[in-house]
């Protein structure tokens, strides 16, 4: 029994890896095609098919019911408006991945044009000018990818936190990418609390996404619905005391961009005066809720941020609390 057990084990794990392998593969073709393409033509047609992909993947039905939890407001036909928008926001993130030079071939702090405006660019400039340790935080919103590209091609040193994907393939062909453009990157895994705390010693920026799904963490709310947050910015921020900014990018019309750099947050604390860990992770859900409510259709729905897949594919459903 025990060696069937190995075999089948073998077996499973050789089938996922190929299977992972022809993805992989199947994608890489699928960009190197979109390379040969005028970039504008090649985005507008990634993203004409995912209008017409997306609403037939296994996702597309956690993502209308996400929507209807978030937005019991609005109509289904509103809500399905939002998940076809977010599609196309998906499909060009991937695209623009091909053409990122092409996006940030301007000087943004001059304004000279370009595809990429920059809100707060004196807020950029100080932190460049005046070294010291600081986070900046963003959410699954436009194309957020090019806030860290953006910094570490101006000069403005941020080591950014990224959840590899499960494809090993894909993952090693997009660290490669990232760490062309991006600077210095942690992959999250275990360690990965003790490097940024170690980048933060030295009087250096980090970059985090705070809008993914965690299975543990501060008791929090988002769009009224429980979830867990996780504490590391929070713990990182209170145990260096360092200033915490809110980022975010903002997809415009005609393939242009907007990326706001907002004032330092002021941090709620408790009573003998530390960094409050349960409010300070709120603080951060209601700014992203803000931004996610103002362009609904540039987020991520289909990531399981309440942690309801089980009920998404299951005959019932929970209440809204």
């Not at 970039?39 to 995912?50: L, P, Q, S, V």
């Not at 809720?289 to 929970?318: A, L, T």
Request: hydrophobic content about 40%; overall charge positive; some cysteine.
């Amino acid at each position: 029994m025990i060696g069937v057990r190995r075999f089948l084990s073998r077996y499973y794990f050789k089938l996922r890896k190929a299977k992972n392998w022809l993805v992989a593969q199947i994608i890489f073709v699928i960009l190197r095609i979109l390379r040969r393409i005028p970039a504008r033509k090649a985005i507008r047609f990634t993203e004409k098919m995912a209008y017409i992909i997306g609403p037939w993947t296994q996702r597309h039905k956690l993502v209308l019911y996400n929507l209807e939890r978030a937005f019991p407001e609005k109509s289904k036909e509103e809500r399905e408006a939002i998940a076809l928008d977010m599609w196309g926001n998906m499909a060009r993130l991937a695209a623009e991945y091909v053409f990122v030079d092409e996006l940030i071939d301007h000087d943004l702090l001059t304004g000279d044009g370009g595809m990429i405006e920059v809100e707060g660019v004196e807020r950029f400039v100080d932190l460049r000018e005046n070294p010291r340790p600081f986070i900046v935080f963003t959410a699954h919103t436009g194309n957020f990818e090019l806030l860290p590209i953006v910094a570490a091609k101006y000069g403005l040193n941020v080591t950014a936190l990224f959840r590899p994907p499960n494809n090993p393939y894909i993952a090693k062909k997009l660290l490669s990418q990232r760490r062309t453009h991006m600077g210095h990157l942690v992959p999250s895994r275990a360690g990965a609390a003790w490097n940024l705390a170690g980048v933060l010693e030295t009087g250096r920026g980090v970059g985090m996404l705070v809008d993914q799904k965690f299975h543990k963490g501060a008791k929090t709310e988002f769009f009224g619905l429980k979830v867990q947050t996780n504490p590391l910015l929070v713990k990182l921020a209170r145990n260096y005391d360092c200033e915490v900014y809110p980022a975010r990018s903002i997809r415009l019309p005609d393939g242009r961009f907007r990326l706001v750099i907002e004032p330092a947050v002021e941090l709620p604390r408790n009573g003998s005066g530390q960094i409050d860990v349960a409010a300070t992770a709120q603080l951060l859900n209601d700014k992203v809720e803000s931004w996610v409510r103002e362009y609904p259709g540039q987020w991520q729905w289909f990531h399981d941020r309440w942690n309801i897949k089980h009920w998404v594919y299951s005959k019932s459903k929970p209440r809204r609390r």
